[in-house]
């Protein structure tokens, strides 16, 4: 029993060592060390008790402690208790060290950042409205999503002009994620579409002076999830018809025995000559290879495959799409094989391990099963945890699915046709919808 208990104190400790660095003896503040300390070794409960006693000191100063040490707490689950502190605090105290705090770390430490402005989102005065001004001068995806996002709940008019300026400062090609979510904003806040900043430009200087978000119907769901139709660029890569925008995707692919099924092409109703042609594992992959093979040198990407077992390209994550890794991916995909169960619930949490990525692609072609487990369960657990990771993060979440029956290859033992799973299509379409994506059903 005792070699057990070590052996589980050093286990906590190399994942521990794997999330971030061990705590710096020289941490700031009075409750920096005691935080740090406290979410190194996971210990959610002792760093709660520790925002409670900052709040119960009345110590300001702590907020500063408590964006210090966030690299070390897990956020998703702290979310909350992180902002009854500040709220505790209330706006003017604590306006010198977030201005302080985002104009230095808005691209650097994007988390602390974006819980600076999910507390902002419920307020409308001018010392938290400078905090998000200063946010959206980051490049970094994150910050940007988190700080549109209460741009929109505020409604806020002067985010309108700021957002116009950088459409006309941030390179098109190199930002090209960051400028559609701008543009989607600025869609959710005025409902006005225009191609060029010029015409921004030139519609704000006439309607700026008497123009108030607050008048349009922002709340609209399908504009404040910055759903909208744009142009699509000619330059970009795509994937089963979707441009990929991100800079830095992660791919997650169904690998399951049932992708060894094939699916007759719009208008055929039996056999095909062609079946391999149209067999789910190869029309993946090639469409992935090309995918991968048109990525910008700029971009940085990885992939996932999951059957009953998890595996990863890259383990240490997103790589630069070079000519050297695009090479190897290239490879890799092509070595993947259909087989095994359907483990969709392991794939995602190795997807969000990755802290760089900002886009997940996946496609599937079954429910997630688990053996002894049920679907439904299953499919609502997922979406309880995407729901928990993405409470800051804002990884965008693009599905496919292969939705029909599909038929078994002519050489396979079993024959006809498998019966479709409704729940499965619900499933990603959930997924994508309540993840800032959209979902593609694939013939």
Not at 175 to 189: C, Q, S
Not at 324 to 334: E, H, N, Q
Not at 370 to 398: F, T
Request: hydrophobic share 40%; proline share 4%; net charge positive.
């Amino acid at each position: 029993m005792i070699v057990r208990t070590i052996f589980m104190i050093a286990f906590v400790g190399l994942v521990g060592a794997m999330v971030a660095p061990a705590p710096s003896a020289s941490a700031k503040g009075k409750w920096g060390k005691k935080l740090k300390q406290a979410g190194y070794v996971g210990d959610i409960e002792g760093t709660r008790e520790i925002l409670k006693k900052i709040v119960d000191a009345g110590d300001v100063d702590g907020a500063s402690d408590i964006l210090e040490a966030m690299a070390f707490m897990s956020v998703e689950d702290l979310l909350d208790d992180i902002l009854r502190a500040f709220d505790s605090f209330g706006v003017e105290p604590l306006a010198p060290i977030f201005d302080e705090y985002v104009s230095k770390k808005r691209d650097k430490d994007p988390i602390g950042c974006s819980c600076i402005f999910r507390f902002a989102a419920k307020f409308t005065d001018e010392a938290s409205e400078k905090w998000l001004l200063s946010g959206m001068e980051s490049t970094n995806a994150i910050t940007i999503r988190n700080v549109l996002e209460a741009s929109i709940e505020r409604k806020s008019k002067n985010a309108i002009p700021k957002l116009i300026g950088q459409l006309e400062t941030l390179n098109p090609k190199k930002y090209k994620l960051i400028r559609f979510e701008i543009e989607d904003t600025l869609y959710a806040l005025t409902e006005m579409e225009f191609d060029v900043v010029e015409d921004w430009k030139n519609w704000w200087e006439v309607n700026g002076s008497h123009f108030d978000p607050k008048s349009v119907g922002a709340d609209d769901k399908e504009k404040a999830t910055g759903v909208r139709k744009r142009k699509r660029s000619k330059d970009s890569p795509e994937f089963f018809g979707v441009e990929i925008l991100s800079s830095n995707i992660m791919f997650v692919i169904d690998t399951s025995g049932s992708m060894q099924l094939w699916d007759p092409a719009t208008g055929e109703s039996g056999g095909s000559a062609d079946w391999q042609k149209r067999q789910r594992i190869q029309r993946v992959k090639n469409q992935l290879i090309r995918a991968i093979s048109e990525l910008k040198r700029s971009s940085k990407f990885n992939i996932v495959g999951f059957s009953n077992r998890v595996l990863e390209f890259q383990k240490k994550g997103i790589v630069p799409a070079a000519t050297g890794p695009k090479k190897k991916a290239l490879k890799w995909v092509s070595s993947l094989q259909a087989n095994g169960a359907t483990h969709t619930d392991d794939a995602m949490k190795t997807a969000f391990k990755d802290k760089k990525i900002d886009t997940i692609m996946l496609l599937s072609d079954g429910a997630p099963t688990r053996q002894g487990g049920n679907s439904d369960q299953i499919i609502a657990q997922i979406l309880r945890d995407v729901k928990k990771w993405n409470k800051i993060r804002k990884v965008k979440i693009y599905t496919f699915g292969f939705e029909g029956p599909g038929r078994f290859p002519p050489n396979s033992r079993q024959q006809g046709q498998p019966a479709a799973n409704p729940a499965f299509s619900d499933f990603l379409k959930k997924l994508s919808s309540e993840n800032g994506g959209t979902h593609t059903s694939i013939d």
